[in-house]
């Protein structure tokens, strides 16, 4: 295994603007998790896929966040019209099925800065 | 809903010292405990787990975490610490449909010599 990778690694954007992130899981990992994580705070859920279907959005995840995973691999996050509350560590993560069984691979995550 | 509460931001400690960090979590129903931990500069890691079974469980590297239904708590113990354990550590829960883990804020353990 490779490991999950992310890109970009750190994204500086002005508010307003749209910014759009991957994440590439382990090969043959069924399940993806995308996680935001700010300062002083530990990881909060915002939504994973099960193969290419979105099965749990977090309420976090407002309607200017859309994620996708096209044909089960990897994944896109997309934040629309940014604002300075967004500013955060954007990690993924993949798995091989629930949580409680396998382990979650952690990306090095993608550092949103909105200026 | 679950919840994670760990009670210390930094835990300073020296080098052989052991140390323990606090974890307490809240649950109406049954609940898989995690801890992991992410080393400067590097992505979160499993550190251990407590899915079922014996209540102490012990990772690779020398730390161990009980879990105590009663006092709903899950704290991570090390008898001797390392420079090398620096690091932050989060203690996590996953519901027993384990679609999702919910974090703590995360302690952070600075090893001194």
């Known amino acids: 295994d490779t490991g999950v990778s992310q890109n970009p690694r750190h994204k500086i954007t002005k508010r307003g603007q749209n910014v759009t992130f991957r994440c590439d899981p382990i090969?043959?990992?069924?399940?993806l998790y995308w996680y935001r994580q700010t300062l002083g705070q530990g990881p909060e859920f915002l939504t994973y896929f099960q193969n290419e279907a979105q099965l749990e959005k977090s309420r976090l995840l407002s309607d200017r966040f859309s994620a996708e995973r096209p044909k089960g691999s990897f994944s896109t996050l997309e934040i629309q019209r940014t604002e300075q509350g967004d500013s955060a560590m954007y990690l993924c993560a993949s798995s091989r099925g629930l949580a409680a069984t396998y382990e979650q691979y952690f990306g090095p995550g993608t550092r949103l800065t909105v200026t | 809903a679950q919840s994670v509460t760990q009670l210390d931001s930094q835990v300073p400690v020296f080098e052989e010292a052991p140390v323990e960090l606090r974890c307490n979590y809240s649950s109406s129903v049954s609940v898989y405990l995690f801890w992991y931990v992410q080393y400067p500069n590097q992505g979160l890691q499993l550190l251990l787990k407590?899915?079922?079974?014996?209540?102490l469980v012990e990772s690779i590297n020398g730390f161990e975490a009980e879990f105590n239904k009663s006092q709903t708590s899950f704290h991570l113990r090390k008898p001797s610490v390392h420079i090398s354990d620096t690091a932050e550590y989060f203690c996590a829960v996953s519901d027993n449909y384990g679609n999702k883990l919910v974090f703590g804020a995360g302690t952070i353990l600075r090893v001194k010599s």
């Open positions: 407590y899915l079922s079974g014996s209540t």
């Open positions: 090969s043959e990992h069924n399940r």
